[in-house]
């Protein structure tokens, strides 16, 4: 299983450019299988959940060539409605084949999705929704069992703005009878993405990025090519790394207003940075601690949570993180304490008493996030550290060590 070695204490400098977008990927790969035409997509990362999407795909009869640069997908001779546990048990995501295929096929069976222990995440807002639209569900020996002679369009109001259901259902309603209508939909650029993708096939959709996204259903999708957005988690990720080690670094190739939310808190800490449209450079800046709250897009993200701690453990003063997106997500705090940083835990909320310095610490990554904020901690700890399971990292992070050490870390895969 591999590691990753990282002795701590050096300056980073130069440019860190960052990938395609997973959570956009993902969704974008499945949305394939709606359509019978061929479907290309340009510049896909080299990732754990790509790389079991694309074969998932493949277990399924859809023909796929060419590189992720330039990944060409034929679903037209789908011969298989199943998405089996063996190949989807590490991946949430899988979930999103059920959408397309009840849509295209009239049925579908998906094994109920695995990923990351960070909370219940209950797929009951996408089931309870399909039903409106006419399907049958049932659970049997950890799989969804979906039918629909056809399905038709709904008013659907989701109970939480979930981005899985919203793209699943979005993704099913474009070939449904009629329109359908999701009230509170969220509002993430990857379902802004999503449905760009969707609509350069031929579909009608509006409203994406805003709480109402209406769907008039057709009878079949064509071909298009897409290149998908850039990670803003991957972007906040590596901002976050050059303000934590007081370096001048520029994160650039996505789009820097999907990430307004967290600008606005480093701000309020303190940070200096420049600002472009598709990109950003921080500079050494003297933090200071402030609260935070992860909430719904456009709010300040979850999956940026565990990095910007990492960054309150250094600012001066104490710092308040409030989590009411997941239940289970300050699973890296015992392992940033035994790094040296000074974190109570205080119900939904982290305390965070600034200014110490990390230590370095063989530690162990217990979720996606929470390994980019071990790697973090690594970079201006003191001495060497040892990153054992990340396993979790290569889920959302493309090359890290090779991208952090053209910059100046001195990390290495072991």
């Known amino acids: 299983m591999d590691s990753l070695i990282i002795r701590g204490g050096k300056k980073l400098s130069g440019e860190l450019k960052v990938s395609a977008s997973k959570n956009a990927c993902l969704p974008i790969l499945f949305g394939t299988l709606l359509s019978e035409d061929k479907v290309e997509l340009i510049s896909l990362p080299s990732l754990r959940d790509i790389n079991t999407s694309v074969k998932l795909l493949r277990e399924m009869g859809a023909v796929v060539s060419g590189e992720l640069s330039a990944l060409k997908i034929d679903c037209k001779n789908i011969n298989k409605t199943e998405a089996p546990y063996d190949l989807v048990k590490t991946m949430r995501a899988s979930i999103l084949v059920l959408g397309p295929l009840l849509a295209r096929f009239g049925k579908a069976k998906v094994s109920l ?57 979005m993704m099913a309603a474009v070939l449904a009878e009629g329109e359908t209508i999701i009230n509170n939909a969220a509002k993430e650029p990857e379902i802004e993405d999503l449905a760009d993708f969707l609509n350069s096939m031929g579909a009608n959709i509006s409203g994406q990025g805003t709480s109402t996204i209406k769907i008039a259903g057709i009878e079949k999708l064509g071909s298009c090519t897409h290149k998908p957005i850039g990670d803003r988690i991957e972007a906040a990720t590596f901002v976050l790394t050059g303000l934590l080690t007081n370096s001048s670094l520029k994160v650039s190739n996505f789009k820097t ?70 239940e289970n997500r300050f699973m890296h705090v015992p392992e940033l304490i035994r790094m040296g940083a000074n974190i109570k835990l205080e119900g939904k909320s982290a305390i965070i008493s600034g200014g110490d310095e990390f230590v370095s610490a063989p530690v162990m990554c217990t979720d996606l996030r ?21 396993y979790h990292l290569d889920r959302g992070y493309e090359n890290i060590e090779i991208k952090l050490g053209e910059v100046g870390a001195d990390i290495k895969r072991v």
Not at 265 to 285: D, H, R, W, Y
């Open 370 to 390: 929470a390994s980019a904020a071990l790697v973090m901690a690594a970079l201006v700890a003191k001495g060497e550290s040892t990153i054992s399971r990340i």
């Open 113 to 169: 999705p695995g990923g990351c222990a960070i909370g219940g995440r209950p797929v009951d807002i996408h089931l309870s929704n399909f039903e409106k639209m006419g399907a049958s569900i049932k659970l049997e020996n950890g799989y969804i069992n979906a039918k629909a002679k056809k399905l038709v369009g709904a008013h659907l109001d989701l109970s939480f703005p979930s981005v899985g259901a919203t793209e699943n259902l």
């Open 257 to 326: 207003k999907h990430l307004s939310s967290l600008f606005s808190i480093l701000k309020e800490m303190g940070a200096k940075m420049q600002i472009e449209e598709n990109e950003v450079t921080v500079f050494p800046s003297e933090l200071k601690g402030v609260e935070a709250t992860t909430m719904p897009y456009p709010g300040f993200p979850t999956d940026i949570q565990a990095q910007l701690m990492t960054l309150m453990c250094r600012a001066n003063g104490v710092s308040v993180i409030t989590e009411k997106i997941f």
